[in-house]
């Protein structure tokens, strides 16, 4: 079976995964993925490119784990991402950086999550997580 069949099955648990975060949150592709079991964060990726309606859908509201803006936004690239996810109260520090420390929507309502791969803040000097731990 073609992999884009297989995770056509997880297109509709991501969608509505997606309504349900509020407004001034954002989301990583891995907390999509995790929370819709969905096997791997890039697939999150060709899942949002299915998208069809960005107002009933937002998948604007995805981002990398490092805070950035992906290059491959459907509905007219960063710009537009950055323009819609501005008018809902996100603040970049950098042209596709948001801004440190803004919290995550998890999805898991027993806890907050925030910028950064295992992390408990988000900061420039900390993108990824340190070797050895």
Same mark, same amino acid.
């Given at each position: 079976?073609?992999r ?9 648990r991501?969608?509505?995964f997606?309504?349900?975060i509020?407004k001034?949150?954002?989301v990583t592709y891995?907390i999509v ?10 697939n ?17 509201k995805?981002?990398?784990? +490092?805070?950035?803006l992906?290059?491959g936004?459907?509905f007219?690239?960063? !710009? !537009? ?6 008018a809902e ?6 042209l596709? +950086?948001i801004?440190?420390g803004?919290?995550f929507?998890?999805?898991?309502h ?8 295992g ?5 420039? +000097?900390?993108?990824r ?5």
């Open positions: 079976m073609p884009h069949v297989k995770l056509a099955t997880f297109i509709d991501v969608f509505e997606l309504k349900t509020p001034g949150r954002v891995g993925a995790r929370h819709c079991h969905v096997p791997s964060a890039r999150v990726g060709w899942i949002l490119k299915q998208n069809t309606d960005p107002d009933k859908i937002p998948c604007y995805v981002v990398r784990s +490092d805070g950035r992906a290059k936004y459907k007219g690239g960063p !710009e !537009e991402q950055k323009k819609r996810l501005i109260g996100i603040k970049f520090d950098s596709y +950086d801004i440190a803004h919290p929507y998890s999805g898991f027993r806890r907050q999550a925030n910028f950064g791969r992390c408990k803040t988000y900061s420039k +000097d900390n993108r997580r340190p070797k050895g731990r």
